[in-house]
């Protein structure tokens, strides 16, 4: 095989995994197939606060949301970037407590509180997480369950943050109907955007650290900067499950 050849051969490879999930359409019954479900999807997450009145069920309803986001967070880190995080009380934990004191000592709004929480309560994450990085496997499971058990004891022991009462007082939004829309947007958008990202071309770099880590290191990318990524995207959709459910 000539030089030419080669070149071909390497660009035809790199086509064909980037147009992987490509489909042909041909017809209305291919376009129904794919755009029935995501719409039944939207539509009935849109319906579903307007249909169900009762208080409690208002109440499950929006923690089904927020556990959902965290389902999502934890089968991005592991399905695409490899990490098996089993921190996830971490996440929620820093969130919740980050909105809480914004709310209570700042008096700011929920509306403002819960996004600084997420970014603020993802990097605080991912700096912690950072000299993780470098394990894998089990190993990185263990260390980051050591997060959340660490944290509940510290807060006990100094009873610090409340102590095991936690921080009251707290604000809520203004009518269940903005928590509930605002929780549910912001799952379609990270459903749907999170798809959308691991098609791109860091998505093939988050797939392919899971496979071979040291294969894409000796290529020259930078695989901590990319783990990284992942954590805090990750932490972020953690610290806002945590921040709307406190």
């Avoid at 820093?94 to 000592?105: C, E």
């Avoid at 660490?150 to 903005?178: D, K, Q, Y």
């Amino acid at each position: 095989m000539n030089k030419s050849e080669g070149r071909k051969e390497r660009i035809d490879r790199g086509i064909k995994v980037r147009t992987s999930g490509i489909y042909a359409i041909s017809s209305w019954k291919e376009i129904s197939y794919l755009l029935i479900p995501r719409a039944a999807l939207i539509v009935g997450l849109l319906i579903l606060p307007l249909v169900i009145t009762n208080v409690y069920w208002q109440r499950v309803l929006s923690m089904v949301g927020i556990y959902a986001l965290l389902a999502l967070s934890f089968d991005f880190l592991t399905h695409f970037v490899g990490l098996v995080s089993l921190g996830g009380a971490f996440f929620v934990g820093v969130g919740g407590y980050m909105a809480a004191i914004l709310n209570t000592k700042l008096g700011l709004s929920p509306l403002f509180t819960i996004p600084l929480a997420t970014i603020g309560g993802a990097l605080f994450c991912t700096v912690l997480l950072l000299p993780c990085l470098p394990l894998r496997g089990v190993y990185f499971s263990i260390v980051t369950l050591m997060y959340p058990l660490l944290m509940a004891r510290v807060i006990e022991a100094l009873n610090i943050l409340g102590g095991t009462e936690g921080i009251v007082g707290v604000a809520s939004f203004p009518s269940r109907w903005v928590e509930q829309y605002s929780l549910f947007g912001v799952l379609l958008v990270a459903l749907f955007g999170l798809r959308r990202l691991v098609n791109k071309d860091i998505g093939l770099v988050f797939r392919g650290i899971k496979d071979n880590d040291q294969a894409v290191k000796a290529s020259g990318i930078n695989i901590t900067f990319y783990k990284a990524a992942g954590v805090f995207i990750t932490a972020a959709m953690g610290c806002l499950s945590g921040a709307g459910l406190g």
